[in-house]
């Protein structure tokens, strides 16, 4: 099931020079607009930059920055550990016919683009509905162009997107967990 999933969206690729560079672009170059995009987000959206006191407004924001960066940089770290335990091959070093539109070394589980992208998105899902579930969307197009350029499978992808989100989640209900008051 994997290989026919993976085969339907990279046959998308090599058909049409315009398709190709839409699915490089989504792939290689979205993946740094949306970083861009998230921290403009969540540096503007609460009046940080602006205000007169951005530290007073970084810390009245502080548990949800903090479950940000936490999220992200928790669900990069293992990734990379997953990566190197499982150690599973990307799809042109499986299928010789396939051929790459980007260059990309390394394991292929989980897709640490898929990964990094959900955990990212969730936090801001959690907060804000409304911009969290475009940041989603955004991440799974970047997801999808991975396969489309032949350089993840699509369970690289799924389990990147249930890494970064579990890890989010997780995270925010420790992270964010009411504290009990004992009588």
Do not use: C
């Not at 999933?5 to 607009?33: G, Q």
């Not at 548990?63 to 990069?76: C, D, G, Q, T, Y």
């Not at 992808?157 to 009411?178: D, E, N, R, T, V």
Request: cysteine-free; hydrophobic content about 55%; charged content about 15%.
């Amino acid at each position: 099931m994997n290989d026919k999933i993976f085969f339907f969206f990279y046959d998308l690729a090599h058909k049409s020079v315009l398709f190709d560079k839409a699915a490089i672009f989504t792939a290689e170059i979205l993946p740094y607009i949306v970083l861009l995009l998230a921290a403009v987000f969540l540096l503007f959206h609460h009046d940080v930059i602006p205000s007169k006191n951005p530290f007073r407004e970084l810390a009245g924001k502080r548990k949800e920055i903090f479950l940000f960066f936490v999220s992200v940089f928790s669900a990069w770290f293992l990734a990379y550990l997953l990566k190197y335990l499982a150690r599973t091959p990307r799809p042109f070093e499986v299928f010789h016919q396939v051929m790459p539109l980007i260059s990309e070394s390394g394991y292929a589980f989980p897709s640490g683009h898929a990964t990094f992208f959900m955990a990212l998105a969730v936090p801001i899902f959690l907060y804000h509905r409304k911009i969290g579930g475009v940041f989603i969307a955004l991440a799974i197009f970047i997801g999808l162009a991975r396969i489309v350029v032949g350089v993840h499978s699509p369970e690289d992808i799924l389990g990147g997107f249930i890494l970064g989100a579990g890890i989010a989640y997780i995270l925010s209900q420790i992270l964010l967990k009411p504290v009990s008051k004992k009588h």
